[in-house]
């Protein structure tokens, strides 16, 4: 079946350092990509998205490209701030059996210091 | 914007209670969604519904029961509380099912 693979946390750094959080999936067929970002206390909210290989999601300084190739779709910030200390989780939804079911990664939780 | 509400925040039940968790959004959404969070776990799907009256089992679904009488609300329902669902249960809508979902604020369920 389908499944996401994503770094174990937490990831921990210094304000305005580069961040790379890595994701790897195993699916059938064309899946589209997420990443949802979740803060203390709140549920899950898209963060970006990919539909298609070589796709481009971007949002808030945060970008993620569709990598076929490598069935990855690591999720970058070149200068994170305290503000993105967060739980972030991959995700995909392909067809398996005819029905489009997410698959999500464990999270990954960052913590920013200032 | 999509908006996603779940019924409480915080509820606390005693085992063998029946317990109903109420999730409603305002955008129409064809597809809805009951996962529960548990740390090192992440979101598991407990179940889903594609259209009203219809659902399908996810990957946890024994314990619970779901029910979809309109559009915009899916509940999901704890027959018979025990301690071992005492966990994050996080609703979520999605239109097509392809695309993103959106998640309420979850609700954090404590069975004592």
């Known amino acids: 079946g389908d499944s996401v693979t994503q770094m174990e946390g937490p990831v921990t750094l210094s304000e305005e350092a580069f961040l790379t959080i890595n994701c790897t999936y195993t699916a059938t067929g064309y899946p589209s990509l997420f990443w949802y970002v979740q803060y203390p206390g709140e549920g899950l909210q898209l963060l970006l998205k990919?539909?298609?290989?070589?796709d481009k999601g971007s949002n808030k300084g945060f970008e993620a490209t569709y990598r076929k190739e490598t069935t990855s779709f690591h999720l970058e910030k070149g200068s994170v701030q305290v503000s993105d200390s967060a739980v972030y989780f991959c995700a995909l939804s392909s067809a398996s059996g005819g029905s489009y079911i997410p698959t999500f990664g464990r999270g990954t939780s960052l913590i920013v210091h200032p | 914007d999509v908006k996603v509400t779940q019924s409480s925040r915080y509820l606390v039940k005693r085992t063998g209670e029946k317990v109903f968790l109420e999730c409603v959004q305002d955008?129409?959404?064809?597809?809805m969604f009951w996962y529960r969070q548990d740390p090192g776990l992440g979101l598991r799907l407990i179940y889903f519904?594609?259209?009203?009256?219809?659902?399908e089992k996810g990957d946890i679904p024994e314990g619970y029961s779901v029910s979809r009488e309109k559009k915009e609300r899916f509940s999901l329902i704890l027959e018979s509380a025990s301690t071992n669902q005492t966990s994050m249960y996080l609703c979520a809508s999605s239109f097509p099912i392809r695309s993103e979902q959106y998640f309420g604020p979850g609700t954090r369920l404590t069975v004592t």
């Open positions: 990919a539909t298609k290989a070589d």
């Open positions: 519904s594609y259209d009203v009256k219809m659902k």
């Open positions: 955008m129409d959404h064809e597809n």
